[in-house]
């Protein structure tokens, strides 16, 4: 990547990093306000709901970069989500089975850090394809 | 596709940062583009050709 295009990706990666880093202080201040408790159920849901604000915004920086990106990296991020889809996907699915077999409960939460470890793996892949 | 975006660069004495800087793509993308690894689309050829001042088919066979 030349100096003006590694510049580039990195200044608007940084909007990425900020929205990630307000997404972990409302979630810590979400979760200690709901463990000294909530008044009123309405409350109670917007606290607990509040994290999905900067997860929004994220999903925006997200997007922003990727179209900032040239044709060529375009075409291997859309390769590396359509492997992390496939793999989230089989790998759910599969685990969903097992869990009717007496395999502990796995909750929701797990699905986007594994979707985004996928998500890299393939870039990782979809990377070494075009070297 | 076969191309001869190398020798076309080689030719002006360019490295690839400064062709990926003139077509304002990463310089990974130069890189698969002149090992073949990656065929570009129509506007990124037509934009290599002009840069070269040769024509498309002059660039890239198949």
């Not at chain 1, 496939?86 to 986007?112: D, I, M, Q, R, W």
């Not at chain 2, 090992?35 to 934009?47: E, M, N, Q, V, W």
Request: glycine share 4%; net charge positive.
């Amino acid at each position: 990547m030349n100096k003006r295009t590694a510049s580039l990706t990195l200044r608007r990666a940084i909007p990425c990093f900020v929205a990630f880093a307000a997404y972990v202080i409302v979630l810590v201040v979400s979760l200690r306000l709901l463990a000294h408790g909530v008044e009123g159920r309405a409350a109670e849901l917007a606290v607990s709901l509040s994290p999905v604000i900067p997860v929004i915004a994220l999903c925006f920086c997200i997007v922003r970069l990727i179209r900032g990106m040239d044709e060529m990296h375009r075409a291997i991020q859309l390769e590396a989500l359509s492997m992390s889809v496939a793999a989230t996907a089989l790998a759910t699915f599969s685990y969903g089975f097992l869990e009717n077999v007496g395999f502990p409960k796995v909750s929701l939460f797990v699905v986007l850090p594994l979707m985004c470890g996928f998500w890299a793996a393939g870039t990782v892949l979809a990377q070494w394809r075009y070297r | 596709m076969k191309n001869c975006i190398q020798e076309l660069r080689a030719a002006r004495k360019w490295s690839q940062a400064d062709l990926a800087e003139q077509l304002d793509v990463s310089r990974q993308t130069v890189n698969a583009l002149e090992r073949g690894r990656y065929d570009p689309s129509l506007p990124l050829a037509f934009r290599i050709a002009r840069l070269f001042g040769v024509a498309i088919e002059d660039v890239f066979q198949p």
